[in-house]
């Protein structure tokens, strides 16, 4: 059965029915406008008024297709189309407008903007629902500028609390709760007090299988756990080239040695497992003196959490030896956690029997990156929809994907949807 004309004019819903993929596509270049990057990418990052300019266009958008807003404390928005059943609880859709500061067009953005994809769709065909559906746009869920990721749907979820996520301070020290008042984001819905029937994620894979293996669709049943670890190490600040080798106290060795400790810890833990850094600071940063300090941050994921909480052990354990036996000062700070999570096996199945009825080529996967969706899992049935994305690269202002890659997504999306939200005749 395809989308037509019926005998009244309007347009039917179908098992073949799609959305509207141009629109989708054109969303997507529209926002990319805002907070350009520098090589073909975003720097949108939270809570900067870039960010608040993107927000303010997605809003406009929402409520030029009839779409109600609410805004919680931490500036979660949620942009409603309203259901038959005034005591059915909504069906949220969602994902995040946030970037890191080298970020592409897609990550986050492709979620958020295909929610908005699925509500103009059912008003073209003049869809309703026993249930609402609610777009999404978290806060801060890249963790670029104020960590932890995650952090807007983590206060949402009853992990972190409020004054907590007011309390995260950017490098310039400034405060998640200060700039969240200043761009105007900050509302007055109480966070956390909204119910959900289901939540539904779309994201890029931010990974090589779907395209190595010419898959449209990753059907997510489960997402990778995580640690941030933050090491501050201490040493003394020196001359580099008067300073005998015997005579240092080099916090820059000992961050050294940690990088390679964590390379074996991730290797010796094969497979399901993975370890890194992607971010440091030396002080004073100069060619010619030794770091008086040095503070980077061990990430650690797996899908297993007994393996993910001996990863850690052994990391905090031999990090602070390492640092013992250079006569470093050694401080180890979690700034961001999350057990691995398994999706709801009936949204799971919603989405692979979307995919099978649209004739989309899908498989199973595990989630390597964090998404809002772990949080959500927390207090309402959740599971995500992937798609392919170029290489597989992410967090890269490279990051590609194709107008097919987003438009498959979406009808997966919108199917699973529609399904769970349940159509009224």
């Known amino acids: 059965m395809t989308t037509g004309p019926s005998r009244s004019g309007a347009l039917t819903l179908g098992d073949n029915t799609r959305i509207d993929s141009a629109r989708l596509w054109d969303s997507l270049?529209?926002?990319?406008?805002?907070?350009?990057?520098?090589?073909?990418?975003?720097?949108?990052?939270?809570?900067?008024?870039?960010?608040?300019?993107?927000?303010?266009?997605?809003?406009?958008?929402?409520?030029?297709?009839?779409?109600?807003?609410?805004?919680?404390?931490?500036?979660?928005?949620?942009?409603?189309?309203?259901?038959?059943?005034?005591?059915?609880?909504?069906?949220?859709?969602?994902?995040?407008?946030?970037?890191?500061?080298?970020?592409?067009?897609?990550?986050?953005?492709?979620?958020?903007?295909?929610g908005l994809e699925v509500a103009r769709r059912m008003n073209d065909l003049g869809i309703k629902t026993k249930h609402p559906v609610v777009i999404t746009n978290w806060t801060n869920e890249e963790g670029a500028r104020f960590a932890p990721a995650m952090l807007a749907s983590g206060v949402f979820a009853g992990e972190l609390s409020l004054d907590y996520?007011?309390?995260?301070?950017?490098?310039?020290?400034?405060?998640?709760?200060?700039?969240?008042?200043?761009?105007?984001?900050?509302?007055?819905?109480?966070?956390g007090a909204r119910k959900m029937h289901a939540y539904y994620e779309l994201h890029i894979e931010q990974g090589p299988i779907l395209e190595a293996e010419e898959c449209d669709i990753g059907v997510v049943t489960h997402c990778q756990g995580l640690w941030w670890l933050e090491f501050t190490l201490t040493g003394k600040e020196?001359?580099?080239?008067?300073?005998?080798?015997?005579?240092?106290?080099?916090?820059?060795?000992?961050?050294?040695?940690?990088?390679?400790?964590?390379?074996?810890?991730?290797?010796?833990?094969?497979?399901?497992?993975?370890?890194?850094?992607?971010?440091?600071?030396?002080?004073?940063?100069?060619?010619?003196?030794?770091?008086?300090?040095?503070?980077?941050?061990?990430?650690?994921?797996?899908?297993?959490?007994?393996?993910?909480?001996?990863?850690?052990?052994?990391?905090?354990?031999?990090?602070?030896?390492?640092?013992a036996e250079l006569g470093?000062?050694?401080?180890?700070?979690?700034?961001?956690h999350f057990d691995p999570v398994t999706f709801t096996p009936e949204l799971v199945t919603a989405v692979r029997g979307a995919a099978q009825k649209l004739g989309y080529k899908y498989r199973d996967l595990v989630s390597g990156a964090g998404h809002d969706a772990c949080w959500a899992a927390k207090v309402a049935p959740t599971t995500m929809v992937m798609c392919p994305c170029v290489g597989g690269l992410s967090h890269n202002e490279a990051e590609e994907i194709s107008p097919d890659w987003a438009a498959a997504g979406t009808d997966v999306l919108f199917h699973a949807v529609l399904e769970t939200a349940q159509v009224v005749e």
């Open 328 to 336: 470093v000062g050694c401080t180890i700070e979690p700034v961001g």
């Open 165 to 191: 996520a007011y309390a995260r301070k950017d490098m310039e020290g400034k405060s998640f709760g200060d700039e969240l008042a200043r761009i105007g984001w900050r509302g007055t819905e109480k966070v």
């Open 238 to 323: 020196a001359h580099t080239g008067s300073t005998p080798m015997k005579m240092r106290t080099n916090a820059g060795l000992a961050m050294a040695r940690i990088l390679e400790m964590v390379q074996e810890v991730a290797m010796d833990a094969q497979p399901d497992a993975v370890g890194g850094v992607g971010q440091m600071q030396f002080s004073p940063n100069s060619r010619n003196v030794l770091p008086g300090k040095v503070v980077f941050t061990v990430d650690i994921r797996s899908p297993d959490l007994e393996k993910l909480t001996k990863m850690r052990s052994q990391i905090e354990a031999r990090g602070a030896e390492i640092c």
């Open 29 to 114: 270049m529209a926002m990319a406008q805002i907070g350009p990057g520098i090589a073909g990418g975003n720097n949108r990052q939270t809570l900067t008024d870039e960010d608040a300019q993107g927000r303010a266009l997605f809003q406009s958008w929402c409520e030029a297709a009839g779409l109600s807003m609410g805004v919680d404390e931490v500036g979660n928005m949620f942009m409603t189309r309203a259901g038959e059943d005034p005591d059915a609880l909504p069906v949220y859709v969602g994902s995040h407008l946030d970037t890191q500061p080298t970020g592409g067009k897609y990550d986050g953005v492709l979620g958020v903007l295909a």
